[in-house]
C-alpha cells in the first residue's frame, strides 16, 4: 500500500506550553475533534487496526505517548459527499509530546528537533509565564515556526489584548492576531476570523459544530481594526503581498499564503485564542496547523555526515531517498515492551527491513512498527518520509540514534546533552526488589539522556545522576509509580571536577626487576590547562622510537582511566591537555601494564603540581515573588553565593534572575516557601562549570572523604 496523505500534507508539531496553561485540555480537544470528523477505520480500510487492551482505549494513555497520529482538514472547506473527496481534503497531523518542565531541557529539545512546527499554549490570564519564556527561547534555537493560542479567556481576568502585549513585549512583535474573541471572561461567546471576516461560533455538546456568519455591525470596526494591522505586517514581510494590498487586490488564499510563507519563515507567527475548557476556537488553531505550519518538505534537505569520512551527506525529504530517520524517545510500555519513536527523515521504512544503528554499527531487523491514534494503535507495514512512528520491541537504541539504511550509512549531529550535574545514591527497600531497580533504572536512562545510573568504585553503592534535584525526585517518583519499585534515596551529591591552572611537567616510573621477569614503564608528560568545556586533549609527541609505538595505547588507556577517576578527591578531571612526549623502555621487562601504572604515577603527580581546582556547576536560577518578599529573598541568595543579574516586574510580581551554585540550592523550593508564606515559585537550570573559590577547597575535599566512609 502506498502513501495516502503525501508529504505536503503532512504535519509534525508539537503543543507547548507552561504547566497549566492548558496543553492537556487543548491536546484532547484536538484528539476529539480529529477523531469526530475521521474515522481511522473507515480510510485504513484493509490495514488492521489492532484493539490491544480494553484499557487502552481510554484516552489518558495516548495523550501522554510520545506521538499522537490525527487527521483534519479545515474547518472553513465544505464537506464533500463522498469519502474519497473529503480523503484528498485531509491532512495527517503527527503531535508529538514535548515536556512543559524546564528541568527536562533534554527532552524539551529532542522533541523540538524532530517537530516541524509548534503551537504555543497561553494561560489568557497570566499571559507569557516563566516557563513560556524559556521553552519559546528553545523553540528559537532550533528555528521551529509557531502559531500561538491564547486559551483560558473564559476565566475570570482573562485579557486578550494584555496577553497579546506580554507576547509582543517579551517574546516576538511578529506575533499578529488572525483571530479576536467576542467578548471575555462569562462573556466570552465566540471568534471573529480576520482572514475571512466572519464569526465563528461552535456549537453541540463538545463545541464540535463550527458554524459560520456575517459579523454584526457593532463588531465590524474592532474587527477592522485587527485586519488592518494583519494585513499591514503581512504587507511589511511579503512584498508580493504588499502589491496585491496596495492596488486592493487579494483573495483570502492570497491572505493564507502570504501567512504561510513568512510564518516558515518566522516573521509573522499568526495568533489565535479561545477556551480549550469551553470548547470554543481550538479547531481553527487546527486550520493554522494545517494552513501555516511547514510540512516535511519545508525543510528542503536533510543533512548529515558520513560516519566514517566525516563528509557532509545531503538528503532530500522524498520517498525515493535512502532510508534515514532520527530515534527521539524510548518508552517503555506494559502491553508491548519497549516503543522506539522514530522521526523518518528520508526513504521509507517497512516492516521486515534490516536497518543500521549508526551509532553502534549493528544491523537489526524492524519487527513491527505502529502509529498512535487518539484511543488505539494502529499496526502499519511501512513509515514515509517525514513519517512519525514507533518501531515495537527493538533492544540496545538510544534517544539520539540515527538508523538508516546500511548501504548509506549517515548519522545526524547527535543531540547533544550534559553530563549530570548531581548524584544520588539510591536503594531498594527491599531486596526483592534490587534486580527490578536495576532493570528499569536503565530503562530510564535510555529513555532520558541526561538520566545516569553508576557503581560507587569504592562502596558499592548505585548513584543515580541528572540534570537537578527535581529532575531525580521526578525519577524516583516515575520508579515508584510506573514500575512499583520502592526506593531510599541518600543526600544530593554535586558533581564537582578537577582541573588544573598551571602547565607542569612530570615523571612515572614503574620499573621491578628484582629475579624472574620484571616490569619496566617509564613516561614523561607534560599537562597543560584548557579552556572550560575543553575537555581531554591527549597528544603523543614521541619521537625516534624512545617508546615503542605498541605501547602508546596503554599509556592513553592509563591517562583516561585517571581523567575518570580524579586525582584530588576522585571527580573526573576536565580541559586540561596530556602530552607524552619522552619516557624509556627495557627490551625485556616492559609490558603494557607497565606503561598504563607509569602513565597513571605520572598524571597524579602532574596534577598535584600544577595547582589544582575544583569546578562547580551552576545553575541559572529564575524566583518569583511578591514584592514584600523580595529583601528577604536577595538577602538569602547572598548568603548562597548567588549573582543576582536582574530584577523584573512580571504582572504583579518580581523576578528576580541569577546564577548560582548548585551546591547552595539543595531544598531550595522548601526554603523559598517559608520566605514567601508559599507564595514565592522558581525554576532552576544548568547553566556551566565555574571554579569554586579558594576557600572552599579543603571542604570539598573533606566532605567528599566525609560522604566515603
Ligand atoms: P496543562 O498543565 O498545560 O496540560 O494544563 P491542563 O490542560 O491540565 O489545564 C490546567 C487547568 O486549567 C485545568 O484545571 C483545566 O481544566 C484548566 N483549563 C484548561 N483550559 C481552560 C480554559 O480554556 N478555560 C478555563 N477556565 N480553564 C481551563
Known amino acids: 500500500m502506498g502513501r495516502l496523505y503525501p508529504l505536503e500534507k503532512t504535519r509534525n508539531i508539537g503543543i507547548i506550553a507552561h504547566i497549566d496553561a492548558g496543553k492537556t485540555t487543548t491536546t484532547e480537544r484536538v484528539l476529539y475533534y480529529t477523531g469526530v470528523s475521521h474515522k481511522i ?107 500561538c493560542f491564547i486559551n ?84 511589511e514581510v511579503d512584498e508580493e503581498f504588499m502589491n496585491k494590498y496596495l492596488e486592493d487586490n487579494f483573495t483570502e488564499s492570497d491572505i493564507r499564503s502570504a501567512i504561510r510563507q513568512s510564518c516558515i519563515k518566522y516573521q509573522f507567527i499568526p495568533v489565535y485564542c479561545g477556551s480549550s475548557l469551553k470548547n470554543k476556537g481550538v479547531q481553527l488553531v487546527l486550520d493554522g496547523v494545517v494552513d501555516f505550519l511547514p510540512s516535511p518538505l519545508d525543510l528542503e534537505e536533510v543533512r548529515g555526515f558520513d560516519p566514517k569520512t566525516n563528509s557532509e551527506i545531503i538528503l532530500k525529504p522524498s ?136 557503581v560507587d568504585p569504592e562502596t558499592g553503592d548505585t548513584l543515580i545522576g541528572g540534570m537537578g534535584e527535581l529532575h531525580l525526585e521526578i525519577m524516583v517518583d516515575r520508579l515508584r509509580r510506573e514500575f512499583r519499585v520502592e526506593t531510599n534515596v541518600g543526600m544530593p551529591q554535586v558533581a564537582y571536577r578537577e582541573t588544573i591552572t598551571k602547565t607542569v611537567e612530570a615523571e612515572g616510573k614503574y620499573i621491578r626487576q628484582s629475579g624472574g621477569r620484571g616490569q619496566y614503564g617509564h613516561v614523561v608528560i607534560k599537562v597543560d590547562p584548557l579552556e572550560r568545556n575543553k575537555g581531554f586533549e591527549f597528544v603523543n609527541a614521541i619521537k625516534g622510537g624512545i617508546i615503542p609505538d605498541n605501547f602508546i595505547p596503554a599509556i592513553e588507556k592509563g591517562l583516561r582511566e585517571t581523567i575518570e577517576k580524579g586525582v584530588i578527591a576522585n571527580y573526573p578531571l576536565t580541559d586540561i591537555k596530556i602530552t607524552l612526549f619522552d619516557g624509556s623502555f627495557h627490551e625485556v621487562d616492559s609490558s603494557d601494564l607497565a606503561f598504563k601504572i607509569a602513565a597513571e604515577i605520572a598524571l597524579k603527580d602532574a596534577v598535584k603540581k600544577a595547582n589544582p581546582i575544583f569546578l562547580e556547576p551552576i545553575m541559572k536560577l529564575e524566583v518569583f515573588t511578591p514584592q514584600e518578599f523580595l529583601g528577604d529573598i536577595t538577602g538569602d541568595l547572598a548568603s548562597r553565593r548567588a549573582k543576582i543579574e536582574e530584577v523584573l516586574d512580571v504582572g504583579e510580581l518580581k523576578k528576580i534572575l541569577a546564577k548560582v551554585p548548585l551546591a547552595e540550592m539543595f531544598g531550595y523550593v522548601t526554603i523559598l516557601r517559608s520566605l514567601t508564606q508559599g507564595r514565592g515559585f522558581s525554576y532552576m537550570e544548568f547553566y556551566n562549570y565555574q571554579e569554586v573559590p579558594q576557600y572552599l577547597f579543603d571542604n570539598i575535599i573533606s566532605n567528599k572523604q566525609g560522604i566515603k566512609k
Open 152 to 235: 483560558k479567556l473564559d476565566r475570570m481576568g482573562a485579557s486578550f489584548e494584555d496577553s497579546l502585549k506580554s507576547i509582543n513585549e517579551r517574546l516576538t512583535k511578529n506575533a499578529i492576531p488572525v483571530v479576536i474573541p467576542v467578548g471575555i471572561e462569562e462573556n466570552f461567546s465566540s471568534l471573529i476570523d480576520l482572514i475571512r471576516m466572519e464569526i465563528v461560533d461552535f456549537q453541540g455538546e463538545k463545541g464540535e459544530i463550527v458554524i459560520r456568519k456575517p459579523i454584526p455591525d457593532n463588531l465590524i470596526s474592532e474587527a477592522e481594526k485587527y485586519r488592518k494591522l494583519m494585513l499591514e505586517k503581512l504587507s
Open 319 to 454: 520517498d525515493n531517498e535512502p532510508f534515514s530517520a532520527l530515534i527521539f524517545k524510548l518508552a517503555i510500555d506494559q502491553f508491548v515492551g519497549t516503543l522506539t519513536y522514530v522521526r523518518v527523515y528520508s526513504g521509507v521504512l517497512k516492516r521486515g527491513d534490516v536497518i543500521l544503528n549508526t551509532r553502534t554499527n549493528e544491523s537489526f531487523r524492524v519487527g513491527r512498527l505502529v502509529v498512535m491514534h487518539a484511543n488505539q494503535r494502529e499496526e502499519i507495514e511501512e513509515l514515509f518520509a517525514g513519517d512519525i512512528g514507533a518501531i515495537v520491541g527493538v533492544k540496545n537504541l538510544k534517544t539520539g540514534d540515527t538508523i538508516c539504511d546500511p548501504k548509506t550509512p549517515i548519522m545526524f549531529e547527535s543531540i547533544k546533552f550534559n553530563e549530570p550535574v548531581i548524584w544520588l545514591k539510591i536503594e531498594p527497600k527491599t531486596k526483592q526488589d534490587q534486580e527490578k531497580m536495576g532493570i528499569y533504572l536503565k530503562a530510564l536512562t535510555d529513555e532520558d539522556p541526561t538520566f545516569k545510573i553508576k
Open 41 to 147: 477505520g473507515e480510510v485504513h480500510e484493509g490495514t488492521t487496526i489492532t484493539d490491544w487492551m480494553p484499557q487502552e482505549r481510554e484516552r489518558g494513555i495516548t495523550i501522554t505517548a510520545a506521538s499522537v497520529t490525527c487527521f483534519w482538514s479545515p474547518s472553513y472547506l465544505e464537506k464533500s459527499k463522498t469519502k474519497e473527496e473529503n480523503i484528498q481534503k485531509e491532512y495527517k497531523i503527527n503531535i508529538i509530546d514535548t515536556p512543559g518542565h524546564v528541568d527536562f531541557t533534554a527532552e524539551v529539545e529532542r522533541s523540538l528537533r524532530v517537530l516541524d512546527g509548534a503551537v504555543v499554549v497561553f494561560d489568557g490570564v497570566q499571559g507569557v509565564e516563566a516557563q513560556s519564556e524559556t521553552v519559546w527561547h528553545q523553540a528559537d534555537k532550533y528555528n521551529v515556526p509557531r502559531i
